[in-house]
C-alpha cells in the first residue's frame, strides 16, 4: 500500500507563482510581527489574487483542533468535501487528514511559515505533488488563532481530484 508523505521545503525557493505571491502578501501585511490578522490580510481580496485553493481555519487550544473558517470553492471541487465550520480531521482518506492536522500543529506552536511538499501517490507507483503553504494568522500579536494555507496543485489538478474522488466515494 502507498502512503502520502509530505517534506518541508524552504519558502525563499518557492517555485510555485501563486504561493510565492501569497507568502508576498503575508509578509507585507505581518510587517515587523511574526503573523498579520485575518482582518489586515482580507480574505477577500486575497483569494482572486492566489485562486480559489484557499482554507483558514480556527485554532482550538483544548481539544486541540482546526476548524475551517474559510473553504475555497477551489478546495471542494478537487477534494470533493465542503468542510465549512468542520475540523479538518473530517478530510478523506484519514491518512491526508492526519498529515494536513500534524502541519497546521507545526505551524501554530512554530508561528512560523512553512511551505509543505505533499506526495499523493498514483496507481503506477509514482505520486502527484501538492504543494501546501501553510500561514499563522494572529489576532492579539502573541498566539497563533487562525492558519491560512494555500494549495496548488500543479498540472495534475484534474488527476488530484479524481484521487480525491476515489477515495471519498470508497
Not at 69 to 87: E, K, M, P, T
Not at 117 to 124: A, G, Q, V
Not at 143 to 165: C, E, I, K, T
Amino acid at each position: 500500500m502507498q502512503v502520502i508523505s509530505s517534506h518541508k521545503a524552504s519558502i525563499d525557493a518557492v517555485r510555485f507563482p501563486k504561493l510565492r505571491r501569497a507568502y508576498e502578501l503575508w509578509n507585507s501585511k505581518r510587517g515587523c510581527r511574526f503573523a498579520p490578522s485575518l482582518m489586515e490580510l482580507g480574505i477577500e481580496g486575497f483569494s482572486p489574487f492566489v485562486g480559489h485553493q484557499v482554507m483558514v481555519v480556527s485554532c482550538q487550544v483544548s481539544p486541540l483542533d482546526f476548524t475551517v473558517s474559510y473553504w475555497g470553492q477551489g478546495n471542494a471541487s478537487i477534494l470533493g468535501i465542503d468542510l465549512s465550520h468542520r475540523s479538518v480531521k473530517q478530510l478523506m482518506p484519514t491518512s491526508f487528514a492526519d498529515l494536513v492536522f500534524c502541519q497546521l500543529v507545526e505551524v501554530s506552536h512554530t508561528r512560523r511559515p512553512c511551505l509543505y511538499l505533499n506526495d499523493l501517490p498514483k496507481r503506477s507507483h509514482s505520486q502527484y505533488q501538492v504543494a501546501s503553504l501553510r500561514l499563522p494568522l494572529s489576532t492579539d500579536c502573541r498566539h497563533v488563532d487562525m492558519v491560512l494555507s494555500v494549495d496548488d496543485y500543479g498540472p495534475n489538478a484534474r488527476a488530484v481530484q479524481q484521487y480525491f474522488a476515489d477515495r471519498v466515494h470508497a
